[in-house]
């Protein structure tokens, strides 16, 4: 992996791929969100995979940790799959780190939530075009949505496309990045349990490996 770790995050300016402060870039209906009340994109040159999620969750920006709530799955489904290779568990307060096993994270939109629902048409639209401008400049070997819910909007919003999609690997690329969707690991998508999350995320270490193979 190339580039230096960003630690704590700077934030992102376009020419550096470090985080982007949302009060310093004109992000429409999310113009209010500061530094301070929603998670910075931990993001670098040189990333295997950046996680999209649709936006931080209310508890996750109090705690300032990606996935921070207890009931989320992310982590213990990462931590199954098996695709960082930490010689440990890793959980919330390893977000900042990441980077540093190749895998960065950002949102589609900024505004912390109660619940994904509560975002409106309108900050997708303000969103969608912002990350699409971190992911050209970052170029990641894969950039994997957490949801169909965050991918579908990026195709509508960023790309102006119909949005239809499956989970799994994508035939769209963002600039150089491929793209793979999982199921969202939130608890509110009881449909999908913990080992199929898991069994998903290590679909996306293979497909990582695959992307990076041909890129050898």
Same mark, same amino acid.
């Given at each position: ?42 993001? &670098? ?42 010689? &440990? ?47 050209? *400049? ?17 195709? &509508? ?23 793979? *969707? ?35």
């Amino acid at each position: 992996m190339t580039g230096q770790p960003n630690g704590l995050a700077r934030l992102f300016m376009p020419n550096d791929c470090a985080t982007i402060p949302p009060h310093e870039k004109h992000y429409g209906l999310e113009s209010n969100v500061t530094e301070q009340n929603t998670l910075p994109d931990y993001l &670098r040159p040189g990333l295997d995979i950046v996680f999209v999620g649709i936006n931080p969750g209310a508890y996750s920006a109090k705690m300032g940790r990606y996935f921070a709530t207890p009931r989320n799955r992310f982590w213990t489904a990462l931590n199954q799959s098996g695709i960082a290779s930490a010689g &440990r568990d890793l959980g919330p307060e390893d977000d900042a780190r990441m980077n540093d096993y190749g895998i960065g994270f950002t949102d589609v939109v900024k505004r912390p939530s109660g619940s994904a629902s509560d975002i409106r048409p309108a900050e997708f639209k303000a969103g969608a075009p912002v990350l699409q401008e971190k992911l050209l *400049v970052c170029q990641p070997l894969v950039v994997c949505f957490n949801g169909l819910t965050g991918y579908k909007n990026y195709l &509508r919003h960023a790309l102006g496309v119909k949005p239809e999609a499956e989970l799994g690997a994508q035939e769209r690329i963002i600039g150089g990045s491929s793209v793979f *969707v999982t199921p969202n690991p939130s608890p509110a998508n009881a449909v999908f349990s913990l080992d199929v999350i898991a069994s998903w995320y290590r679909q996306v270490g293979e497909f990582r490996d695959q992307v990076k193979h041909g890129h050898d």
